[in-house]
């Protein structure tokens, strides 16, 4: 064989492991071809040099469908949100069947109107929208008008609609809850004494399921371990820090710690100021770098990751096709991200 021999579409045809007609009808656009398909032209004719290739490219970029999305996330725990939207914005990259453009924005101020300012905002440039809120009845009324003028919108980690009759992507929040409550059950240092939680806010429905799952659980099957009011630190890193000082100094039985939302830095900022450490299970949400730090030095026992890589594909997926199934099906526009958790021995630096 002559080595030096320009590809033909023959060449890229046998490289991509389908026929010379597939690759000609890609090439000259001479009849429909599915863009998986188109795809995985484009990727043959590019490894074998095909003089084409660029054209390729440039004309099923041109048959694809092109949406902006637009993703509302909170503008606390900067890490991990900061994670969500990179793997967001290399899901969308990835994305083979459309052009995505993603616009990302971060709620500062809490206030329902100004929470409503920015989706309504988003709302007007944007195809469709994933958004971090909190349940309220004028957010809840806007998203409904927005839905209702043909813009999809998805419940980002929390649901937003306390029927949950809405799309939705994230962890079950339930589920996330009933787990603390399994590892607090196990790992604490004894079965009696009391368990702090950390909670962003009361109105986020998915903090409280969070909350009632661990609650449940413990009454269920550690009924000696008592939970204590909890705390809303607003997923404030400083606010974390300052009460989880204040629960450690307050509490002498204190066998747990539980961050059911945002700002577990804090806590781990607050025990590496101790000068002895607490036997504590101390549980936090969210892989972040910090956090995995903390994990191999012992400052925090265990955390419940929500795999952002997983999520941002999950989110893109469920945006496109929104776009053309917009009508609510619990069994397809519902998607749960299996949790993770991870310990000293499995948490990658």
Same mark, same amino acid.
């Given at each position: 064989?002559?080595?030096?021999?320009?590809? $033909?579409?023959?060449?890229?045809?046998?490289?991509?492991?389908?026929? @010379?007609?597939?690759?000609?009808?890609?090439?000259?656009?001479?009849?429909?071809?599915?863009?998986?398909?188109?795809?995985?032209?484009?990727?043959?004719?590019?490894?074998?040099?095909?003089?084409?290739?660029?054209?390729?490219?440039?004309?099923?970029?041109?048959?694809?469908?092109?949406?902006?999305?637009?993703?509302?996330?909170?503008?606390?725990?900067?890490?991990?949100?900061?994670?969500?939207?990179?793997?967001?914005?290399?899901?969308?990259?990835?994305?083979?069947?459309?052009?995505?453009?993603?616009?990302?924005?971060?709620?500062?101020?809490?206030?329902?109107?100004?929470?409503?300012?920015?989706?309504?905002?988003?709302?007007?440039?944007?195809?469709?929208?994933?958004?971090?809120?909190?349940?309220?009845?004028?957010?809840?009324?806007?998203?409904?008008?927005?839905?209702?003028?043909?813009?999809?919108?998805?419940?980002?980690?929390?649901?937003?609609?306390?029927?949950?009759?809405?799309?939705?992507?994230?962890?079950?929040?339930?589920?996330?809850?009933?787990?603390?409550?399994?590892?607090?059950?196990? $790992?604490?240092?004894?079965?009696?004494?009391?368990?702090?939680?950390?909670?962003?806010?009361?109105?986020?429905?998915?903090?409280?399921?969070?909350?009632?799952?661990?609650?449940?659980?413990?009454?269920?099957?550690?009924?000696?371990?008592?939970?204590?009011?909890? @705390?809303?630190?607003?997923?404030?890193?400083?606010?974390?820090?300052?009460?989880?000082?204040?629960?450690?100094?307050?509490?002498?039985?204190?066998?747990?710690?539980?961050?059911?939302?945002?700002?577990?830095?804090?806590?781990?900022?607050?025990?590496?100021?101790?000068?002895?450490?607490?036997?504590?299970?101390?549980?936090?949400?969210?892989?972040?770098?910090?956090?995995?730090?903390?994990?191999?030095?012992?400052?925090?026992?265990?955390?419940?990751?929500?795999?952002?890589?997983?999520?941002?594909?999950?989110?893109?997926?469920?945006?496109?096709?929104?776009?053309?199934?917009?009508?609510?099906?619990?069994?397809?526009?519902?998607?749960?991200?299996?949790?993770?958790?991870?310990?000293?021995?499995?948490?990658?630096?």
């Amino acid at each position: 064989m002559n080595n030096n021999k320009r590809p $033909t579409i023959a060449t890229v045809a046998a490289h991509a492991g389908l026929s @010379v007609a597939t690759v000609d009808r890609v090439l000259n656009a001479r009849a429909p071809v599915n863009p998986e398909t188109a795809e995985q032209v484009f990727q043959a004719a590019e490894a074998v040099g095909y003089f084409a290739a660029r054209l390729i490219g440039q004309r099923i970029r041109e048959r694809r469908p092109s949406y902006r999305f637009g993703i509302l996330l909170l503008g606390t725990a900067q890490a991990f949100y900061g994670n969500v939207a990179t793997a967001i914005t290399e899901a969308a990259q990835r994305e083979s069947g459309a052009n995505l453009s993603v616009q990302f924005d971060y709620v500062l101020d809490r206030s329902p109107t100004a929470i409503i300012a920015q989706i309504e905002q988003l709302a007007v440039q944007c195809d469709g929208l994933a958004v971090v809120s909190f349940a309220h009845p004028l957010i809840n009324a806007a998203i409904a008008q927005i839905r209702h003028a043909g813009v999809p919108v998805i419940a980002l980690l929390s649901d937003i609609d306390e029927a949950a009759q809405e799309p939705y992507v994230g962890q079950d929040n339930h589920e996330v809850g009933r787990t603390m409550g399994w590892l607090v059950a196990h $790992t604490a240092s004894a079965r009696k004494g009391s368990i702090g939680v950390l909670l962003g806010g009361h109105r986020f429905l998915g903090h409280q399921a969070r909350l009632e799952g661990l609650r449940g659980y413990l009454e269920e099957h550690a009924p000696g371990l008592r939970l204590l009011e909890a @705390v809303i630190n607003l997923d404030n890193c400083d606010i974390t820090e300052e009460a989880t000082l204040e629960l450690l100094a307050r509490h002498e039985d204190l066998r747990a710690l539980c961050v059911v939302g945002g700002g577990g830095d804090g806590v781990i900022s607050a025990l590496s100021q101790l000068p002895k450490r607490p036997s504590l299970c101390c549980i936090l949400q969210e892989s972040t770098e910090l956090s995995r730090k903390a994990l191999a030095e012992g400052l925090v026992s265990l955390v419940i990751d929500s795999q952002p890589r997983l999520l941002g594909t999950a989110i893109v997926d469920l945006l496109i096709e929104l776009q053309s199934s917009p009508d609510f099906d619990p069994a397809r526009h519902r998607h749960y991200i299996p949790l993770q958790i991870l310990t000293s021995e499995n948490a990658r630096p």
